[in-house]
């Protein structure tokens, strides 16, 4: 799988915006939220050296995890206005979530079932030739015969500079077991675009994501090789996989696996004896899942004028918020109080100027 056109260097500089861990881990849960599940399941592993998340929303398709989730850039906020399928106001729309966990991890397993299809479009340059390999078409990271009778081309055009011409099965075109026959002479122009429906609901899939070579990676020559970063499985939904005398429900789960030493301490980290009353005495485990179960998933787009009638707001209480906290926390001396806004939106800022320029630096899609 490709991830081509992209300086390492960004790469490097984009995952290391989500720190400390527990607010790139809440990524992964900002991503079950806006695939409309209903129950997410954290699992820590007893050796604190995986995590696991699980979560019971609309999953993915091999294809739409290729093109929205193993891809920079690949959000798919725009499809629906910002909106989940279900209709949630969506939290992610920058399409860089699965480098969130990057620093904090060596590898990350997704795995993955959808019932919904995968919609796709693809442009082709014919080349003189009167067959198109499917793979050239629909990819190759579900092997041909896995969607023997389940392609529905629902739209194809022959394109010659700005002129179109829609063709028709079987005049023009056919599927023919392992490509697109072009029968035709309307069908022999310079390009062909398809329009396709892919059925998937027999299929799952195990990815790998390698981030120790992700981010191990030092120069642009280097990017020849990102082929490599991601490894798919995709393999026919058996028996076993469904719950008795029931189909299997769409779900993804995503693992952390090697954890990094430090999340390992971290996690790892025994209680404080004695001083069991605030979480922070408790085990790196315990405040690790304290800390994920209060995570909210609400955007936080608030805009600039009432950010700013906010801080209006606190300051003109902070003789009263004063006189609390010296009260409340039995303090001899008064603190002062400076209220400044959250850092967030400049990190959006930062991300989306990255962004940018990693736009800029990706040659044109195939
Ligand atoms: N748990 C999941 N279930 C279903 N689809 C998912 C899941 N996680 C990610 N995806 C898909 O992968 C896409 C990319 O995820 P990613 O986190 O990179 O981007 P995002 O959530 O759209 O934006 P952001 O970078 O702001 O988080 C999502 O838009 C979604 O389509
Ligand atoms: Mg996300």
Known sequence: MRLSG????IIRELSGIY?????AFKELISNAYDADATTITVKVAEDCESIEVHDDGIGMTPYHFESDFARLGGSTAWLQGGRSPGGRPR???KGIGFLAVARYCSELHVTSHATRSYEGTRLVQRR???????EEIFGDVVPLEHLAGRIKVFKSEALD???SVQLKKPIDFMLDGTEVRLASPRSQSRELRFSYVLDCSHLL?????DFDYLLGLEHREDLRTLDNFCKVKVRLVTPRDRPVGGTLEPFTTVRLKKLKDFVVRELTAPPVKGKQKSIVFRSGREQFLWRVARSSPIRDDVPNEVEADAIKALEHASGYIRRELVERLQLR????LHFTLDLSQEHVERI????KEMKKDKPSAP
């Open 333 to 336: 001396r008064v603190p002062e």
């Open 352 to 355: 989306e100027r990255l962004l």
């Open 19 to 23: 720190k400390p861990f527990i607010k």
């Open 128 to 134: 003189g030739r009167k067959a198109i390999p499917l």
């Open 161 to 163: 500079g700005a002129r």
């Open 6 to 9: 992209v300086d390492p260097g």
């Open 205 to 209: 899939f195990d990815a790998m994501l």
């Open 91 to 93: 939290i992610g729309h």
